[in-house]
C-alpha cells in the first residue's frame, strides 16, 4: 500500500479510456465467468477503451485478453519479473510492462488507468480491487471502482461490507464508493457517471 500513496496522479472526472481488470488466473468452475469475461473484453474492444491488466495467459485474464485481441483492441499487461514465463505471460498483447515486484506492478497499473474493474477472482483479484477502494476511501485517487457481479460471485462478500458498515468499520458513503453491477453496459454507465465522496475522514474513533 505505502507504495501506491505515492500516486496521486489523478483528474477531476474521468470518462473511462483505459480501465484496470483483476480477475482470476483461474476460470472457475462455472462457464459464466469466462463468458463474462469475454464479454467485457469485446464491449471494451467495441468501445475503444483500452485494458490494463495482470498481463497472463492464463485463467481470467486469458480469456479478457484474448477476446480483446480477436477484435483489435488495446491490451497492456503489467507483470511482475518472477511471473514473465511463457506458461503465465500472454506473448500477444500490445503492450507489455515488467515490473520488479508485485506491489511496484500496483503502481505501474493506477498510474495508467482511470478506473478498475474485478471479475471474478480469488485473493490476488481481491487484493488489488480491495487497494483501489482504499486508495478511494483516503481520497488518493477518485478513480471509479468496479465489480461485475456474474453469477452472484461477490454476493457474499458485498454482504460482509454491510456487516463492516453496521458494526462501525466502514463509513457508508465508502461503501457506496463500490460500484456493482452483472450487466456489462450498466457498470460502465455507473462508473462513468461516478462522483467520488466530498468528505474523506481518515481517522474514526469509537463513537465519533
Ligand atoms: P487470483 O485472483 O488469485 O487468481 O489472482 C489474479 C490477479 O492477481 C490478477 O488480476 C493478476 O494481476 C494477479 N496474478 C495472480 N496470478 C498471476 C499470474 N500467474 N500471472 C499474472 N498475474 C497474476
Keep these: 500500500m505505502s507504495e501506491m500513496l505515492a500516486n496521486s496522479n489523478q483528474s477531476e472526472s474521468c470518462p473511462l479510456k483505459k480501465v484496470a481488470v483483476f480477475c482470476g488466473a483461474s476460470l472457475g468452475f462455472n462457464e459464466a465467468y469466462r463468458l463474462d469475461a469475454i464479454a467485457l473484453g469485446e464491449f471494451f474492444a467495441e468501445k475503444g477503451i483500452s485494458m490494463v491488466y495482470g498481463g497472463g495467459k492464463i ?45 511496484e506492478r500496483k503502481v505501474t497499473i493506477s498510474k495508467m488507468v482511470d478506473g478498475y474493474i474485478a471479475l471474478a477472482g480469488g485473493f490476488g483479484t481481491l487484493d488489488e480491487i480491495f487497494e483501489a477502494l482504499t486508495l478511494g476511501q483516503l481520497a488518493i485517487e477518485n478513480k471509479p471502482v468496479g465489480i461485475l457481479n456474474t453469477n452472484g460471485f461477490f454476493d457474499a462478500l458485498l454482504n460482509q461490507l454491510d456487516v463492516m458498515v453496521k458494526e462501525g468499520f466502514l463509513r457508508a458513503e465508502n461503501r457506496k464508493m463500490l460500484i456493482v453491477s452483472n450487466s456489462i453496459p450498466d457498470l460502465i454507465d455507473k462508473m462513468n457517471a461516478y462522483q467520488a465522496p466530498k468528505v474523506s475522514k481518515l481517522v474514526d474513533t469509537v463513537g465519533s
Design 59 to 103: 485463467g481470467m485474464m486469458g480469456a479478457i485478453a484474448d477476446a480483446m485481441l480477436r477484435l483489435n483492441g488495446e491490451v497492456i499487461g503489467v507483470i511482475p519479473h518472477l511471473l514473465r514465463h511463457e506458461e503465465v505471460a500472454h506473448a500477444d498483447i500490445s503492450e507489455m510492462h515488467v515490473s520488479k515486484t508485485m506491489s
